[in-house]
């Protein structure tokens, strides 16, 4: 069983930066794609980013150049930096793990962009 626990979300002002760290049970990166979706009040979940076993990436246009998505095999910990937030990037973000589907979530942690 994978557990997937996130931390680093807080409110930010537009503009600012934050990093989420999302720290996973056992060696999952070789077996499983690791990504981050987000879900705003009244909107669907979104893949925000998205890193392979090979390391390619993937982002959503909406986060293109702002965010990267990264991972550090040794900690089993994938990591989202996001830079130029904006208030519209506010939502509950979620680690996820999956090789045929996103089989895997975390609990979520609260992202806040709000002068």
Known sequence: QVQLVESGGGLVQP??????????????????????????????????????????????????GRFTISRDSAKNTVYLQMNSLKPEDTAVYYCSAGSTGWEYWGQGTQVTVSS
């Open 15 to 64: 503009g600012g930066s934050l990093r989420l760290s999302c720290a996973a049970s056992g060696s999952i990166f070789r077996r499983y794609v690791m990504g981050w979706h987000r879900q705003a009040p009244g909107k669907q979940r979104e893949l925000v980013a998205a890193i392979i076993r090979g390391g390619i990436t993937n982002y959503g246009d909406s986060v293109k």
